[in-house]
């Protein structure tokens, strides 16, 4: 376990010099504090060898009536900090601000202990392998961290920390990239099976454009669950549209459909106590029954709204203000066994690995682009088909729901790139069965 | 030194060069940079006011055999801490002999100080007012503008030194119009006075009347007017066949008999100094010199868009560019183009281009991403637009697909108008107004 960096800070201080720009009781004032580590190894025909991000910084933000200023700076001591809250301010005060004093302990002395990273290029080759083929593939692999403390006038929230991996593979037809909460054989393994299945399907023809059914891997319902249930259901996404309180209450998929974000459910090593405005996380259903019941909040947005509940007040960096985002989203399990998902379905299709998806906030349309997908003929897998495309309304998509499976599964997580924001995001889902969706060939006309 | 404006991390640098020379590492490179930047977005219900300061620091060093890189908030510490050299060794660029780069005067409004945020809130309230009286019922959704500057500075132990200065203004706008329509652009300028709030409402407001009016077209073929959104986008697509040592084979595979690659019209440029360009600087993010290189010149392929390191490894595929680009600290040095344009014919108005057209379309813009197939030379690009007719717009098309194959569209580019435009693609690319034939126009 790494140290926590923050343990030193004076927070009672910045507390006492956060207050005095606080002028008014909605006045939301805080102080955010970051520090960052990503260990890089390339592939291995690529120089240079080991790299090492490291960074900390600070912003300081006040919100009110709407309006928020933020300044941040790359460095945490006392001179940058009090020029900050200068430039937050809206009056100035009558003597300067004090300097609140900063004592923060070093990065790790060694940033050469990433040793966890060495032996994977290996290991996921030894296991694509295993699936009895083989190809060369350029390999990256990652480890992310990050601590985290936010401090209030009147709340210091506990120091958070994450730490979690990534893998990117590139190959000559194509390329796949994941992400882990650990590193071990089960995360390797799944990797170079996701890879396995790419690489075989890197000849098939793109399938004709059809409607009928779609059996849903758990992965593939993580990103489905993202883009049309979590951002579909973010209070600013929801205000370029209307109201965002006025979806509460709104049937938008089956009554056989639940879901929460729960960051405090998240693998060990990215689960949350506190967001990143220091607000305590809930267990939010989103959908109860199909039915909106808690949109996504943070504290700007629960500000206009006694329906809205802060605590899911996310930053993918600390030069921009946090927004609403999910962290990890879980779909209850259904009562079907998973493999009757399949046995029950008479043509359609399987998809078993998602790429990305988008949603158009206002017109409501979502897109999930497939790498490959497996025939379904007479409930059983069939032959493997190219790129193609999920597509429709989100309120009409979610109430094809026709049934989901009994078992979920921690179902991996990707890089949610929102308004510039790269956070990643997780997921347990057991699979699910869609009836009568679209499904069109990739890239357009053919 | 390349530039004029100084820095003052200058001697750490020095000595941090030093200090890993000493650990016994030959090849060092030290890169700093700084900078402020104000942002300031809205939506129909809130207001945001960022102003950030940014510090940071990357380290390259290595032997023969292998190398790291590091990078850091604020100063590099004398001792690093830093990595243990692995891998592949790092390759640095030899500095330019004296009188070897061309001179280059840092534009004045280098120095032009930040946008307020009185002065930057203005500017996109006017664009939502703008935006409504263009066309009733369109909205501004969300508003992002930033500006930007920064100081970097680099020192290598081949003996290079650079230090230079950047500016740089991004807008992104996100509108809703009438019949659940949306639209969304993204500029960059040099500073973010040069944004015109007119012209961008009216560009949103054609884009939303578009969408919510056109129809798909039955498959169909003609004069194609593509504007520079349209062209870039294309460009953009087309840049394996324009940059890095692999590229002349693929565009040599475009060649006709004549051993032109495309009309007469079609003279493809990377300038890293282009005069007035948002990523305008004296030298690349290596320290190397930029200059202009002719890619395609009437038609006849000149020469790929090459780094000297890509140059020096794939001997005889052409002459080495400053052409590295290294957006922030944290990122690793990486080839591209800086400014690469389709040149305008600065006689030709779009006007005149638009009146030639008997029957086709005019494609104002792109609605999404494309595919783009070097294997097969083929393309298809997600675009709107109006149908033409005897020179004037008859009817809206969205929901259409321009498609065809690469070697058609490059062949087929029978004029440019004079209306260069930039795009934040990958880096700037730009284009005038094109006139093309032998495409197709599909419903997706």
């Not at chain 1, 009562?335 to 399949?342: G, K, N, Y």
């Not at chain 2, 102003?51 to 290595?62: D, K, T």
């Amino acid at each position: 376990m790494a140290p926590m960096p923050f343990s030193q800070l004076d927070t009672a201080a910045v507390a006492r010099t956060l207050s005095q720009i606080a002028e008014q009781s909605e006045d939301v004032v805080d102080a955010f504090f970051e520090r960052r580590e990503e260990t890089e190894l390339p592939p291995d025909d690529e120089g240079p060898g080991l790299r090492v991000r490291r960074e900390e910084g600070f912003a300081i933000r006040l919100t009110r009536q709407g309006k928020t200023w933020l300044a941040s700076r790359d460095s945490i001591s006392a001179k940058p900090f009090a020029e900050a809250l200068r430039q937050v301010a809206r009056a100035l005060p009558s003597a300067t601000y004090p300097e609140p004093a900063f004592q923060l302990p070093p990065f790790e002395p060694d940033p050469r202990t990433a040793a966890e990273l060495i032996g994977i290029p290996d290991a996921l080759t030894r296991s694509i392998r295993s699936h009895h083929v083989g190809f060369p593939a350029r390999i990256t692999v990652r480890r992310h961290r990050r601590w985290v403390q936010v401090v209030g006038p009147r709340l210091v929230s506990g120091q958070e920390q994450e730490t979690f991996y990534s893998l990117q593979a590139e190959a000559a037809w194509g390329a796949h990239g994941a992400l882990y909460p650990r590193l071990d054989s089960n995360a390797v393994d799944q990797f170079a099976s996701a890879l396995v299945h790419l690489f075989r399907a890197r000849q098939a023809a793109p399938p004709e454009p059809f409607r009928g059914t779609a059996v849903l891997a758990p992965a593939v319902v993580a990103v489905l669950l993202h883009e049309a249930v979590a951002h579909a259901l973010e209070a600013d996404v929801l205000a370029r549209g209307g109201n965002p309180e006025a979806a509460v209450g709104v049937a938008m998929a089956g009554p056989g459909v639940d879901v929460l974000d729960d960051p405090a459910a998240a693998p060990p090593g990215v689960r949350r106590a506190t967001d990143d405005e220091g607000s305590s996380v809930s267990r939010r259903w989103l959908l109860r029954g199909g039915v909106v019941e808690q949109p996504l909040a943070d504290l700007l947005w629960a500000r206009t709204s006694p329906v809205l509940v802060p605590g899911a007040g996310r930053r993918g960096s600390r030069h921009l203000p946090p927004g609403p985002r999910s962290s990890h989203l879980e779909l209850l399990p259904g009562e079907v066994r998973e493999d009757d998902l399949l046995s029950d379905a008479d043509g359609g299709l399987f998809l078993e690995e998602a790429g990305r998806g988008a949603l158009d906030p206002l017109s409501g349309e979502f897109r999930l682009h497939l790498p490959f997908a497996r025939r379904i003929r007479r409930g059983a897998l069939g032959d493997t088909v190219g790129p193609c495309v999920l597509r429709g309304r989100v309120a009409d998509l979610l109430t094809r729901v026709a049934a989901v499976a009994r078992e979920a599964r921690p179902a991996g997580a990707g890089w949610c790139a929102k308004d510039g924001q790269k956070m990643p995001v997780w997921a347990t889902t057991p699979a699910v069965r869609l009836d009568g969706v679209e499904i069109l060939p990739e890239g357009g006309p053919a | 030194m390349n530039g004029t404006a100084t820095t003052a991390a200058a001697p750490l640098l020095d000595e941090v060069l030093v200090a890993l020379l000493r650990r016994g590492l030959p090849d060092v490179e030290v890169f700093a940079k700084r900078g402020r930047s104000r942002r300031l977005e809205i939506s129909p219900v809130t207001e945001t006011s960022v102003f950030s300061q940014e510090q940071g620091w990357a380290v390259r060093a290595g032997d023969p055999r292998r190398s790291f890189f590091a990078t850091g908030t604020g100063e590099p510490a004398l001792d690093g801490p830093w990595p243990d050299p692995t891998g592949r060794p790092v390759r640095l660029p030899e500095p330019v002999p004296p009188g070897g780069a061309p001179p280059w005067n840092e534009p004045s409004d280098f120095s032009a100080p930040l946008i307020g945020e009185r002065e930057g809130l203005k500017l996109l309230e006017s664009l939502g007012r703008e935006l409504a009286s263009e066309l009733p019922g369109a909205r501004l959704t969300r508003a992002a503008l930033e500006d930007g500057s920064s100081e970097s500075e680099i020192v290598n132990s081949r003996g290079l030194r650079a230090r230079f200065r950047n500016r740089v203004a991004t807008l992104h706008l996100e509108a809703a119009g009438p019949g659940r329509s949306s639209a969304s652009v993204y500029l960059a300028a040099r500073e973010a006075r040069r944004f015109h709030p007119p012209a961008l409402a009216r560009r949103l407001a054609d884009r939303l009347a578009v969408q919510s009016q056109g129809a798909p077209p039955d498959r169909d073929g003609g004069e194609f007017l593509l504007a520079p959104p349209v062209v870039a986008r294309l460009l953009c697509g087309l840049l394996p066949f324009l940059v890095g040592p692999r590229a002349g084979a693929l565009l040599a595979g475009l060649r006709d008999r004549r051993g032109r690659i495309g009309s007469e019209h079609l003279t493809l440029i990377d300038n890293g100094r282009l005069p007035g360009g948002a990523l305008e600087a004296p030298v690349d993010g290596e320290g190397v010199p930029t200059r202009e290189v002719v890619l395609v010149e009437e038609g006849v392929a000149r020469q790929s868009l090459l780094t000297w390191w890509q140059a020096e490894s794939h001997p005889n595929t052409g002459a080495p560019s400053g052409c590295t680009r290294r957006p922030g600290w944290r990122d690793l040095p990486a080839a591209g183009p800086t400014h690469l344009h389709l040149k305008p014919d600065p006689r030709i108005p779009v006007a005149a281009l638009l009146g030639s057209i008997a029957r086709g379309y005019y494609l104002i813009d792109v609605s999404g991403g494309g595919r783009f197939d070097p294997a097969s030379g083929t393309f298809a690009l997600p675009v709107c637009g109006f149908a033409v007719e005897g020179g004037r717009a008859s009817a809206p098309v969205a929901r259409a697909w321009l498609c065809g194959g690469i070697g058609d569209l490059l062949q087929g580019i029978a004029g440019a108008g004079r209306d260069l435009t930039f795009l934040p693609l990958a880096g700037m690319i730009g284009a005038p107004t094109v006139l093309a034939t032998g495409l197709e126009l599909r419903a997706g």
